[in-house]
């Protein structure tokens, strides 16, 4: 019988732990990213993320996007000046840091663009790795 209890109690707390914890939702992060995106990447990269020859570099079928997650990250919060090769093509256009950008925010945007445009992200940004690339 006490057996019985304890382990009922046991069940009980795991089913309301549970309860609260939230999974992580990938097309979810990547429609907050779109919109995001718009507002603070767009008006470089573009809409279709083709960015502007020889100005802005393109984030569609971007090579630079395999780089590592937090180089990716660092990119986005401290920003980028000086030359940078994407698709073999050399670029030489300040971006801004972004650093007053949400981890979520940052971890939404990296999201939407290294999953569209022929851009394919097996393993999700979470928040959790733009928190401590910022450390």
């Given at each position: 019988m006490y057996r019985m209890r304890v382990v009922s109690g046991l069940l009980i707390v795991f089913f309301l732990a549970s309860a609260f914890v939230q999974t992580y939702s990938l097309p979810k992060s990547i429609a907050r990213g779109k919109e995001l995106y718009t507002t603070y990447c767009m008006s470089c990269?573009?809409?279709?993320?083709?960015?502007?020859?020889?100005?802005y570099p393109p984030v569609a079928k971007s090579d630079f996007l395999k780089r590592?997650?937090?180089?990716?990250?660092e990119n986005i919060l401290?920003?980028?000046?000086?030359?940078?090769?994407?698709?073999?093509?050399?670029?030489?256009?300040?971006?801004?840091?972004q650093d007053y950008l949400k981890d979520e925010e940052i971890a939404d945007i990296l999201n939407y663009v290294t999953n569209t445009w022929g851009n394919k992200n097996l393993k999700p940004f979470v928040p959790a790795q733009v928190k401590k690339a910022r450390s």
């Open positions: 990269h573009m809409q279709d993320g083709k960015g502007m020859e020889n100005v590592p997650a937090k180089e990716l990250i401290k920003g980028q000046s000086g030359e940078v090769k994407v698709n073999g093509v050399v670029y030489n256009a300040i971006m801004p840091a």
